[in-house]
């Protein structure tokens, strides 16, 4: 499975801070405020990684065009909680890493019109820069900062720019 990105010891202290707007609070106060960021905002697209924002988000009748999960919660195994999807895509990608298939994987799932769920084998958190950065203009993707909130980032040119810097800065990887 070849490894396009490593995340490096630097990285991994830099990406435990907010990508976007960290909203506080618990799953029910952070899914209204998302919701109306929503309806105030319009996003053409809202991609959610990890399985408690995706689950809240299904709760909540709010539609992810696309939901990226492991059926972990902080590294435990989960039920897998069924939500309407059209389409679901496998991959695997190991702790730590971007494997080119999830790149691939999450590029395809983001050019489809269907609602869709990616399941991944390993580790889904760093697929969160590939959505970042294959994600319409002005699209939320959202993903949960531990103990605290969701993190909600606005796609945008600047926000591609830096998400672009950090994979540049993420060690190739090496084809396994």
Known sequence: MPIK???????????????????????????????????????????????????????????ANLSIIDNKCMRRNVQSTPFATEKTFHVKNPQGTITEEAVATVQEALQSSQRTKIIVEGEEDLL?????????????VLYGQPHEGIVVVKVTQGKKTEISELLKAMEKGSKN
């Open 128 to 140: 969160t820069l590939i959505a970042i950065m294959n994600a319409p203009q002005d699209s939320f």
């Open 5 to 63: 990105y490593n995340l490096t010891q630097e990285l991994r202290v830099k990406l435990k801070k907010p990508l976007g707007t960290l909203i506080r609070g618990s799953f029910a106060e952070t899914t209204m405020r998302f919701s109306e960021m929503v309806k105030k905002e319009r996003p053409p697209s809202i991609i959610a990684v990890g399985d408690t924002v995706s689950r809240n988000l299904a709760k909540n009748h709010i539609p």
